[in-house]
């Protein structure tokens, strides 16, 4: 579902990436774990088309990114990849339900559509009762099941998550660790998650295991 070929990335004259390889499955949940420096959130941004590679190939879902204008790839991103950050993300000047629905709106979707599903998604969350409060009215964990949502909003062909338990307590990194397993088990979403949580990497259906650039065999 995504193929990356030869990716290489510099900046100035530090090789960030140096050549990687690496195929993702539909519906595999994938870590990738690594020293700091290793390259990590680096290649997760480039296959999440936040920043080209100086050379090699991105696929994801069929489509070769690389072809696609700036305004094309924006298009693409918005419809096909859900981001999730280690610090949520979220506007402070907006509701849960709004936040999760603004990538629906960017999208072209109307607002009764946006709207419906991102209360689903809230239903499946366990945030019902939280959708009017403001990022500032809601705990760690429900700020990061909120982002998740707003992932989930465009039906995504892969969520990229970059340290996503990061900021989190014991309990709320279990419960939002469980949650990545239960999105998998109900709709075949495929996720890749740069992460530092050990944890998180053993329950994962394959680890990624980086240094200096490249993939350890």
């Not at 290649?43 to 072809?67: F, K």
């Not at 990538?103 to 009764?112: Q, T």
């Not at 009762?129 to 705990?139: F, G, W, Y």
Request: neutral net charge; hydrophobic residues 40%; charged residues 25%.
């Amino acid at each position: 579902m995504i193929k990356l070929r030869n990716i290489t990335k510099s900046f100035g004259p530090l090789q960030v990436l140096k050549g990687i390889d690496l195929d993702i499955n539909q519906g595999e949940i994938v870590s990738i774990v690594g020293p700091s420096g290793a390259g990590k959130t680096t290649l997760l941004q480039i296959m999440g088309t936040l920043d080209r590679p100086d050379q090699g190939r991105v696929e994801i879902d069929g489509v070769d990114v690389s072809t696609l204008s700036q305004s094309r790839l924006s298009q693409f991103r918005n419809q096909r990849i859900g981001f999730v950050f280690q610090f949520h993300q979220l506007l402070p000047e907006f509701t849960a339900l709004e936040n999760i629905m603004i990538p629906a709106f960017i999208g072209g979707k109307g607002k009764k559509e946006a709207r419906k599903r991102a209360e689903e998604l809230l239903s499946f969350m366990g945030l019902c009762d939280r959708a009017l409060h403001k990022p500032n009215e809601l705990s760690g964990g429900e700020k990061q099941r909120v982002a998740v949502a707003r992932a989930l909003v465009n039906h995504p062909a892969v969520v990229m998550a970059d340290e996503p338990s990061g900021s989190l307590d014991t309990q709320n990194k279990q419960e939002l660790h469980q949650l990545f397993f239960d999105l998998r088990e109900r709709t075949g979403q495929t996720f890749v998650i740069v992460t530092h949580d050990e944890t998180l990497a053993q329950l994962t259906d394959r680890t990624i295991h980086m240094r200096d650039g490249q993939i350890e065999s």
